[in-house]
């Protein structure tokens, strides 16, 4: 019988060694690569910019209604608009690759700080009045950021292996 940490991932009903998979998703070390940081750094700005650049095309564009479908095409057709667009686009598949290594739990705080950013670009670039209690409000998502930062990336399942292997 293989030791736990040999254990394949066949037996668990995929064909990835169980050590393989530690050592790309990281479940054993809990450390991220730079690439990894890179990607959530890129997930955070992402998000933020992409939001922003539609705010800004929106502004231009005016009112829209789903019950009028012609403006909402002129909408897509405003540059401003499409930037976002294809910087959302990107980012989803920025999110979609961060959620493949990392859990939810761990991916969205640990976004969370692109709050900061989208106030920052909302207040300089955007010239949007922030209250006092909005930036009183990041400041607590940024803190609620540090405790979940510290946590691991992705949970372990080891008594999930462990009670499967006892079933065969």
């Not at 990607?39 to 095309?57: E, N, P, Q």
């Not at 401003?80 to 980012?91: E, M, P, Q, T």
Request: charged residues 10%; aromatic residues 8%.
């Amino acid at each position: 019988m293989p030791e736990p940490a040999q254990q394949s991932k066949e037996e668990a009903g995929t064909s990835v060694p169980a050590s393989s998979f530690a050592a790309v998703t990281g479940a054993a070390s809990h450390r991220l690569a730079p690439g990894q940081y890179l990607i959530l750094v890129f997930i955070m700005l992402g998000a933020s910019v992409g939001d922003a650049l539609l705010s800004k095309g929106m502004r231009q564009v005016g009112f829209v209604s789903p019950a009028h479908p012609a403006l909402l095409l002129h909408a897509l057709l405003n540059p401003w608009v499409a930037c976002g667009i294809a910087v959302l686009i990107s980012f989803m598949g920025s999110y979609m690759t961060a959620l493949s290594w990392a859990d939810l739990t761990f991916v969205q705080p640990a976004t969370a700080f692109g709050n900061v950013v989208t106030a920052l670009i909302g207040r300089f670039w955007l010239h949007e009045i922030i209250s006092p209690m909005r930036w009183l409000g990041i400041a607590l998502i940024v803190v609620g950021v540090g405790f979940v930062a510290n946590g691991p990336s992705k949970t372990e399942h080891s008594l999930l292996t462990v009670s499967h292997q006892d079933q065969t």
